[in-house]
T-cell receptor, first 112, second 110 residues
Framework: DGGITQSPKYLFRKEGQNVTLSCEQNLNHDAMYWYRQDPGQGLRLIYYSQIVNDFQKGDIAEGYSVSREKKESFPLTVTSAQKNPTAFYLC???????????FGSGTQLSVL | EDKVVQSPLSLVVHEGDTVTLNCSYEVTNFRSLLWYKQEKKAPTFLFMLTSSGIEKKSGRLSSILDKKELSSILNITATQTGDSAIYLCAEKFGNEKLTFGTGTRLTIIP
């Protein structure tokens, strides 16, 4: 969606490697989210942040880490502890309690 | 943990048919229910429902929330091949967390 940029579109991870997925937004939104989508499944929440320098674990946070040092940026690191990282990763934001979620175009992560 | 359940998981119909997709939720602090359409990559927003019994419409698509039954339906009339997609239902509750269902994969046959 306009205003949310995820990169890269495709990413390959070697065994034991940490990789970082980028999510940048210029919508001036406070809340940012990371979701994981496996084939044939819905979206599962990994981490979310409602304000700079603060974030909370979602339902499947194990093996992932995030930071929120700037309002515009919410990078997700897939660590070597995540044993099954192959999935489609979506970043999203919203601007307030009555706002819908806006999604980025996603990153497909695969394991080599 | 709050849970969102969608049914059916998949649906195949012919062009021109009408379809009804279902979403049920368990809630302790409900705020709103949202419907999204996902064709390829990013889900696109369809509806946000906060009040029970009020139908929201957009062209051939409509949705309604039943807070008593803790459910919502998404109707698509006169379906077209462009309606083929995964339809996601999500519930937003107290702490602004959005919980998604598994989605319904809709396939429209010409």
């Amino acid at each position: 969606d306009g205003g949310i940029t995820q990169s890269p579109k495709y990413l390959f991870r070697k065994e034991g490697q940490n990789v970082t997925l980028s999510c940048e937004q210029n919508l001036n939104h406070d809340a940012m989210y990371w979701y994981r989508q496996d084939p044939g499944q819905g979206l599962r929440l990994i981490y979310y942040s409602q304000i700079v320098n603060d974030f909370q674990k979602g339902d499947i946070a194990e093996g992932y880490s995030v930071s929120r040092e700037k309002k515009e940026s919410f990078p997700l690191t897939v660590t070597s502890a995540q044993k099954n990282p192959t999935a489609f990763y979506l970043c999203a934001t919203h601007g307030g309690r009555r706002e819908k979620l806006f999604f980025g175009s996603g990153t497909q992560l695969s394991v080599l | 943990e709050d849970k969102v359940v969608q049914s059916p998981l998949s649906l195949v119909v012919h062009e021109g048919d009408t379809v009804t997709l279902n979403c049920s939720y368990e809630v302790t602090n409900f705020r709103s229910l949202l419907w999204y359409k996902q064709e390829k990559k990013a889900p696109t927003f369809l509806f946000m429902l906060t009040s029970s019994g009020i139908e929201k419409k957009s062209g051939r698509l409509s949705s309604i929330l039943d807070k008593k039954e803790l459910s919502s339906i998404l109707n698509i009339t006169a379906t077209q091949t462009g309606d083929s997609a995964i339809y996601l239902c999500a519930e937003k509750f107290g702490n602004e967390k959005l919980t998604f269902g598994t989605g319904t994969r809709l396939t429209i046959i010409p």
